[in-house]
């Protein structure tokens, strides 16, 4: 958060910091919500399908001068589930039970989301593959046509950032992170590259935008748009091919940041619109829905998948993690290998259940065995298919053992929570 790598170009203007610096003196004594969203500037990066978020009513989060649909209002006839829905004041505060019939909706049908804002880093060249190994410690020389998940670190061995790499070629690659932490992510990158001159490293982010298409239904709504097979024999887990869909050339990858099957579709900027409208159109009769990333999020914490910023911090390793298995043990000529080999498991992020259904945790809530507190809650939510709040915290080792009674302090009372074994909801079909 004190990175100054993180800001995007426009965070530069004059009007930009006339306007946050002088609201920002305003609030300087305000109690601020964790889910405050600035007011000005705004809509300062859309993605091509914008008009028709709008047109179903999106509600928007600003992240790093881009709006990002948390919820549509034109689902709030959808059936909720039985539980989850009902929340304290300051919880219910810019939250919506549409995003848990949003959920619903793509555990039972499908859903599109939004993957317009991911931030694209191309590298590129003789010694583009050399320069990854330097800074991820995961495995990333795979065939062409494959895609990883990776991990950058620190020079301690902490988890500096995850990213998903697809290899475009045999010395091309793309990079795909995060909106808010793309910026600081390619400052990284490059900081530690330059000793590889043979390789080019370039934002490329304007050039794409991708649509995401999960849940059970997605197949049969994809195929009779596409141009090609579809099915897990051709585009295995964790691969891509390009598709044309609709008569739009695309990138299709096999992976899910849901737990559901589906696939992300990654296109030209210029073709965004109209491959919304073709998947719209072909998953009407389908029951699909646009879905926000509110519901990503919950969706998300059911399945076990960490989020940047959050669950994964520079202080914490991939072993603490819970993802020691994204680090290739073959070799160490990456970024922390010498420190990461040294490192003791202080401390693991667990998965813990509240025992009273009525409280909602939103992260940042210490963490309490008896009257100790030995960590802080990481992410919360409720997961509306495992029908119980989910929320994930590092605490000591010997305190991450599924059964473990624990407490979570939420505006000065104790909650009670138990660590549990994940995902919540069962494979759901992933690897």
């Not at 190994?133 to 062409?144: F, L």
């Not at 897990?232 to 008569?247: C, K, N, W």
């Amino acid at each position: 958060e004190l990175d100054v790598n993180r800001f995007a170009p426009h965070h530069r203007a004059r009007s930009f910091v006339l306007q946050r610096g002088g609201q920002q003196y305003r609030e300087v004594y305000d109690i601020i919500h964790p889910r405050y969203q600035i007011s000005a500037p705004r809509s300062m990066r859309r993605t091509p399908w914008y008009e028709h978020q709008k047109r179903l009513g999106a509600h928007f989060f600003e992240s790093n001068g881009w709006e990002r649909a948390q919820w549509y209002t034109r689902n709030q006839d959808l059936p909720l589930p039985e539980r989850g829905v009902s929340r304290d004041n300051w919880s219910s505060i810019e939250w919506s039970p549409i995003a848990a019939a949003e959920h619903v909706a793509t555990r039972s049908r499908a859903a599109l989301f939004d993957l317009g804002t991911f931030m694209r880093i191309e590298i590129s060249g003789p010694d583009a593959l050399d320069a990854l190994h330097r800074i991820c410690c995961s495995r990333i020389d795979r065939p062409e046509g494959r895609v990883a998940y990776a991990l950058m670190l620190n020079n301690n061995g902490g988890i500096e950032s995850d990213v998903t790499i697809a290899r475009l070629g045999s010395d091309r690659f793309m990079i795909m992170t995060g909106s808010a932490s793309g910026p600081r992510d390619l400052a990284w990158i490059r900081r530690n590259t330059r000793e590889f001159r043979a390789a080019r490293i370039t934002d490329v982010s304007s050039s794409w935008c991708a649509l995401a298409v999960w849940g059970p239904k997605a197949i049969e709504i994809l195929q009779p748009i596409a141009e090609s097979p579809i099915d897990a024999l051709t585009l295995p887990r964790y691969s891509f091919q390009e598709v044309i869909v609709a008569g739009i050339p695309t990138l299709a990858i096999n992976m899910s940041y849901v737990g559901e099957p589906g696939l992300e579709l990654h296109t030209s900027t210029e073709y965004g619109a109209a491959l919304w409208e073709a998947v719209w159109a072909s998953g009407e009769k389908f029951g699909l829905v646009a879905a926000g990333a509110a519901a990503m999020d919950s969706l998300r914490l059911e399945v076990g998948y960490r989020a940047l910023g959050s669950d994964l911090r520079g202080e914490y390793s991939p072993s603490e993690a819970g993802l020691g298995f994204t680090v290739d043990s073959s070799r160490s000529d990456y970024i922390g290998a010498s420190s990461l080999a040294k490192r003791e498991v202080m401390r693991r992020l667990a998965c813990m259940t509240a025992l009273d259904p009525s409280v909602m945790f939103l992260g940042k809530e210490p963490i309490f065995d008896g009257e100790t507190v030995v960590g802080y809650v990481s992410s919360a939510g409720f997961g509306y298919t495992a029908g119980e709040l989910l929320c994930l915290g590092y605490v000591p080792p010997h305190l991450a053992e599924p059964g473990t009674d624990l407490a979570v302090e939420y505006f000065g009372k104790r909650y009670p929570v138990r660590v549990a074994t994940e995902p919540r909801v069962g494979n759901l079909g992933q690897p």
